[in-house]
């Protein structure tokens, strides 16, 4: 099944309420170093805490981790003399729905040290000078029970094998930092050279293996076995991701290495046997969560904190269609924190929360991005830009002024073609319209006084007249307000006569394409018009009395231009000036053309294949 076709089937069971004891949201009055008030909507259940690193991505989840009854954030943040935490303040309070058709409850949780739990968080009473709502009918008194939800934590970058512990980290009473590596090496290889005999009993099967002088103490628990004939579908699921051919995979957690860690035994299809140190903490990692994952109840609180670490792009997306299908199939509501594009790619923009660093080095959380802009975020850049073509340079600069005022000019590239609104419509909306797959994020925005007098739409063509080539060619020119001839692109390219079957597709492209891809300048007005339109504008001309039409507003701002640069060929340098006052004292036509573009950009990130309505262009 497509990641399209998932996500529709997961808004549909999230819109029926099907996932129980549903975390809807959470609000921070005060923790850590977000911004004061912070609110995150659950509005998808995968969600994705998406931002660079140090924005406090993982500190969202040791809060979200503590959200559940019996679970504290505590166990990931407690105050030391070294880091203290200020008494008193860090708090957060979040809404659950219990079971379908309930009303949301509201649960405040605050760090409450006491001498039995010095870091312990518990459930307060409620309080609406934070943002609490008012609730007549709590659980117990003044406040609710906390959401009953079993909880799964994986953080990827701690995720070490016992291998890797002993290894890689663990240091003798001896070491020193002047110590060599070398040396450290050595020793660490040959106790584990030592131990393995212990660990290849465990994998052979023993049921308790020990010590040789502690034969009282067992060094591991029972071992899993995935194969073809035990847990198969956990063994395909680890293939799928990793793109492996496993045949058997051994998995125990145990203390041979002096602390407890868990270790792996793989079978390849060729028949060789390897084990975690030989494998790729992505490999390793992506087993143990599988494994865990997989064994969770209906309904549970998945966090994984960044799951995309070590994992090539294509194993990236194979995870994202794994948690997709358990979301689908078991109702967990999941959250992860990353900063993979492969991961972010064709979300719902509800799934997506932006962490981003404000002044003073505080995080503000953005709900509801869509995927390039958490992608500019990321990258510090857009790559792959939208592009509007439209009539000259004037309609350039204020489409940009407005995408900059809007904050979107980084995803879009905005170019004029020479020839004019007739050069457009009949030379490249035809080459557009037939290409979708190339040019669906190209957009033609002409100038007002091009537009139709009459509002129509491509759906509003009765099925009757849809063979008819006649009545769609009248129907072309109804929409775009051509008054040139556009052409069928067909075999031949025969004016008359010729294939009427590829001419009725071919104008049928034409006229979907520009219901969702030709748009206008407000009002019916050019750009200048536009702009001389506004009452701030106007106070630069002595003719105040001058009737602001397209007749009229290019001589005006050339007057304009001759007075502040006395030199009338800056008229595109006195335009831009003019222009930036317009933004500054914005009317009903700069707020008509920040629809118009928002809508542009709604439709360059929705998702084209599922049945949501395309957006309409903008109206009077």
């Not at 995968?46 to 924005?55: A, E, R, S």
């Not at 003399?81 to 008494?87: A, G, H, M, Q, S």
Request: glycine share 4%.
């Amino acid at each position: 099944m497509s990641i399209d076709k998932l996500i529709e089937q997961i808004k549909k069971d999230y819109i029926d309420e099907r996932f129980l004891n549903y975390i809807e949201y959470i609000q921070f009055p005060k923790y850590k170093n977000l911004e004061e008030n912070t609110h995150i909507d659950f509005e998808f259940p995968l969600t994705m805490l998406v931002g660079k690193n140090g924005t406090g991505k993982s500190s969202v989840l040791h809060a979200i981790y503590g959200i559940p009854a019996g679970q504290s954030t505590g166990d990931f943040w407690f105050s030391t003399d070294v880091d203290p935490i200020k008494e008193g303040e860090n708090k957060y309070f979040y809404g659950y729905k219990a079971k379908k058709g309930a009303k949301v409850k509201e649960v405040l949780k605050k760090r409450q040290p006491s001498k039995k739990a010095f870091d312990y968080w518990e459930t307060a009473a409620l309080n609406t000078k934070i943002g609490m709502k008012i609730d007549k009918n709590m659980d117990k008194g003044s406040r609710n029970s906390p959401v009953e939800k079993n909880v799964v934590f994986f953080d990827f970058r701690a995720e070490l094998s016992a291998f890797d512990k002993y290894f890689y980290f663990y240091k003798s009473k001896n070491d020193k930092v002047k110590r060599k590596f070398e040396q450290k090496n050595r020793e660490n290889k040959q106790f584990i050279i030592n131990r393995s005999p212990l660990l290849y009993k465990i994998f052979s099967g023993e049921k308790r293996v020990t010590y040789p002088n502690h034969p009282e103490n067992c060094l591991h628990e029972d071992m899993e076995i995935y194969n073809e004939y035990n847990n198969k579908k956990i063994l395909d699921t680890i293939n799928d991701i990793l793109g492996k051919n496993y045949l058997e995979i051994k998995r125990v957690y145990h203390r041979v290495y002096e602390s407890w860690g868990t270790s792996i035994l793989v079978k390849t299809k060729e028949g060789t046997l390897y084990s975690e140190a030989n494998a790729g903490s992505g490999e390793s990692a992506i087993i143990n969560m599988v494994c865990t994952v997989l064994s969770a109840p209906h309904n549970s609180l998945i966090l994984l904190d960044e799951p995309d670490v070590s994992l090539h792009p294509s194993a990236q997306k194979k995870l994202k269609i794994f948690l997709l299908k358990i979301i689908k199939k078991y109702h967990h509501q999941i959250v992860i924190s990353t900063h993979s594009s492969v991961l972010i790619e064709g979300m719902p923009k509800e799934a997506l929360k932006l962490f981003e660093v404000i002044e003073d080095t505080k995080v503000r959380i953005v709900n509801g991005v869509y995927s390039s802009e958490a992608f500019f975020n990321i990258r510090e850049e857009v790559k792959e830009k939208n592009l509007i073509v439209c009539e000259d340079t004037s309609a350039k600069t204020l489409i940009e002024a407005v995408l900059k005022e809007m904050n979107l000019l980084e995803y879009f590239k905005v170019e004029p073609r020479h020839g004019g609104a007739d050069t457009l419509i009949t030379r490249y909306l035809p080459i557009f319209a037939l290409d979708r797959q190339i040019y669906d994020n190209v957009f033609i925005i002409l100038d007002g006084d091009k537009e139709p007098k009459e509002t129509f739409f491509y759906s509003q063509i009765p099925n009757g007249d849809m063979t008819n080539v006649k009545k769609l060619e009248q129907y072309l020119r109804k929409i775009t307000a051509s008054e040139s001839e556009i052409c069928p692109l067909i075999d031949g390219n025969k004016r008359d006569g010729g294939n009427d079957n590829q001419k009725i597709e071919v104008y049928k492209a034409y006229l979907e394409y520009a219901d969702s891809h030709l748009y206008f300048l407000p009002h019916k007005m050019i750009p200048e018009a536009i702009i001389m339109k506004n009452k701030e504008v106007q106070k630069y001309t002595e003719n105040t009395k001058a009737e602001i039409n397209n007749n009229t507003a290019k001589p005006l701002i050339q007057e304009i231009c001759s007075k502040l640069f006395l030199d009338e060929t800056q008229f595109d340098a006195c335009f831009n000036l003019l222009v930036k006052q317009w933004i500054m004292n914005k009317n009903d036509d700069y707020f008509y053309m920040e629809k118009m573009l928002q809508n542009i950009f709604d439709f360059c990130n929705s998702n084209k294949n599922l049945n949501y309505s395309r957006l309409r262009r903008v109206r009077d």
